[in-house]
């Protein structure tokens, strides 16, 4: 993987950076990094973009409340940044990079802040499905298409946010990050980015080894969210309901099993993981919370994408795969009835 020539106002140590996706992380990026100091660009419309605009961006943090000026607009008014952070559910993901694409110079690295498995999964890792599209998540290829590899940083997310309004967000517990290249190879450009973030106050580490953190996420997604949309319990009773704790843990089960066959080190056991989710509290996931409001769920990237994975290593994930039609089919259920379908 080649890095692009660093020419911009990095060495000076002012980046521009771009946030397509104006949602919850995305305004909390944007307004860390801004009140650092570094030119910040949001892509945004409609009334986002109005009171983006009018009133700027707020953040209230565990240090307090924020409020920062930034550029917003379309695409072409943006310019092509250093850095361009792509914040979405992963449903969204494809055309929130359309959008972006525009921004997308021949500097310019792209951050995809993005749940579950990504597309480029199969990308720079070198085994014997090398250059194989995860189906799931980008079934002809879109994204692989859009995005340059060379240009592309490996990220996972520790950032738990709420939009409050456009251009509103908070976030009470300490902002982490783990991004490393897509070919676990170190780099420059990597350890400048994780430097950058961290003095604007998102703790980010670069990892050697980024599939390993992305699989220590997925199956603590995997083993609460879609089970929580068909139960509608909180992390509390899913970890530790007796019943509902064997399916999580079952489900941990068939999760690790498919991870362990891609050689991933998982930082957690099973019993640790579950003691953790108990210890929560009843706090709903974010797919409960989207599924409440009506909003489509991350099951293609959270579930199915891991199910696609485990099938490629000759793995069954058989509770796996019902919860997650079981989540699917109450979902779509749902979204049709509010359509009058």
């Known amino acids: 993987m080649t890095e692009p020539d660093w020419r911009t106002q990095r060495d000076a140590g002012r980046w521009h950076v771009g946030i397509a996706g104006a949602g919850a992380i995305g305004t909390t990026l944007a307004v860390r990094i801004a009140r650092a100091g570094h030119r910040v660009g949001v892509l945004a419309r409609g009334a986002t973009l109005d009171v983006i605009r009018q009133d700027g961006l707020h953040l209230t943090d565990r240090e307090g409340e924020h409020h920062v000026r930034v550029e917003a607009g379309a695409a072409g008014e943006l310019g092509q940044p250093d850095l361009l952070f792509l914040c979405a559910k992963a449903q969204d ?21 993005v749940n579950g498995i990504p597309w480029w999964y199969f990308e720079g890792e070198g085994g014997r499905h090398q250059g194989r599209a995860v189906r799931a998540v980008d079934p002809d290829g879109a994204l692989k298409d859009l995005v340059p590899l060379d ?76 089970l929580s949309v068909v139960s509608g319990a909180t992390l509390q009773d899913i970890y530790g309901d007796p019943s509902l704790s064997q399916i999580a843990r079952q489900m941990l089960s068939e999760a690790l099993l498919t991870a362990a066959a891609y050689g991933a080190r998982i930082e957690l056991d099973p019993a640790s993981l579950l003691a953790m989710g108990a210890g929560m509290g009843p706090v709903k996931t974010s797919m409960l919370q989207d599924f409440e409001k009506g909003l489509p769920l991350e099951l293609s990237a959270i579930c199915e ?15 796996t795969r ?20």
């Open 93 to 113: 993901l494809l055309a929130l990079v359309r959008s972006a694409r525009p921004m997308i110079g021949p500097d310019t690295l792209v951050v995809p802040v």
């Open 151 to 226: 240009r592309l940083i490996g990220a996972i997310a520790y950032i738990t946010a709420e939009r409050m309004a456009p251009g509103v967000a908070r976030s009470f517990n300490p902002l982490k990050l783990i991004l490393g290249e897509i070919d676990h190879r170190p780099s420059d450009r990597l350890a400048r980015t994780a430097a950058m973030l961290t003095a604007c106050g998102i703790h980010t580490q670069a990892s050697g080894r980024v599939r390993d953190p992305l699989w220590t996420k997925v199956i603590a997604n995997l083993s609460s969210n879609p």
């Open 305 to 319: 994408a891991v199910i696609e994975l485990a099938e490629l290593q000759g793995l069954s994930m058989p509770l």
């Open 322 to 341: 019902n919860i997650a039609i079981l989540a699917r089919f109450k979902s779509d259920s749902a979204l049709r009835a509010a359509a009058g379908l």
